[in-house]
Nanobody
Framework: QVQLVEAGGGLVQAGGSLRLSCAASGRTFSSDTMAWFRQAPGKEREFVAAINWSSSTYYADSVKGRFTISRDNAKNTVALQMNSLKPEDTAKYYC?????????????????WGQGTQVTVSA
């Protein structure tokens, strides 16, 4: 059974930091592209960041320079370090994976999803 389990969300003041983690199990993810998406109330789920098997990364413009995605293939984990958080970063954050080395930002190209972890940034 394939599972992606996120952790690390919470409430933080603007300007603060949080580190999200995602633990993958049930298959080998070392060749996958791993990504983070987020969804705020009333809005569509949007791409945040992705990292492929060779650790090439890609970020949404809105988080570039503030967020850093990383992975540990030996542990089947992916992390998202979020610094200089803003109230507009408030959302539920989802970990996802796709069975390809090509980084895609569309949600429909990701086969596996976690349940999400809530991040709330107060002004």
């Amino acid at each position: 059974q394939v599972q992606l389990v996120e952790a690390g969300g919470g409430l933080v003041q603007a300007g603060g930091s949080l580190r999200l983690s995602c633990a993958a199990s049930g298959r080998t993810f070392s060749s996958d592209t791993m990504a983070w998406f987020r969804q705020a109330p009333g809005k569509e789920r949007e791409f945040v960041a992705a990292i492929n098997w060779s650790s090439s990364t890609y970020y949404a413009d809105s988080v570039k320079g503030r967020f850093t995605i990383s992975r540990d293939n030996a542990k089947n984990t992916v992390a998202l370090q979020m610094n200089s958080l803003k109230p507009e970063d408030t959302a539920k954050y989802y970990c996802a994976s796709r069975r390809s080395e090509v980084i895609i930002t569309a949600t429909t190209h990701y086969e596996y999803w976690g349940q999400g972890t809530q991040v709330t940034v107060s002004a």
